[in-house]
């Protein structure tokens, strides 16, 4: 088995997994600093192929938008793939080491609290999806 087409199966896989949940992938440096600018709350989920973000992050992403705040805004940027697209999107992450898979939430472009990977990895989904929830009912909207 090629090992590079193996590969490209998963990283289609998660791309898909995290945009059929409804997050904006963002491919370009340009299109993070369009979307992290934006007024309002912006999720951005760091999205990588390591288990933990297929078996824990993507399924939080997914499942804690379905809640009565959410965010105004859901960006993804695919750590490893797209690499200069994350590069930019972590220098608005001030205060925070790169880590992914990893969450960040923006109000008004700026950082507001990130979920690093070790706030998802040794949790659940479930877990993960709770706190992704709390920050949403400190800092976001009904919906």
Known sequence: MDFNLFMNDIVDAA????????YEELKTPEEVDEALKRDGTTLVMINSTCGCAGGIARPAAANSIHYDKRPDHLVT???GQDREATERAREYFEG???SSPS?????DGKIVTMLERHDIEGYNAIDVTNKLQKLYDEHCNEV
């Open 15 to 22: 791309r898909k997994d995290i945009t059929e949940a409804g």
């Open 77 to 79: 940027v695919f750590a």
């Open 96 to 98: 925070f080491p790169p």
């Open 103 to 107: 969450f960040a939430l923006m109000k």
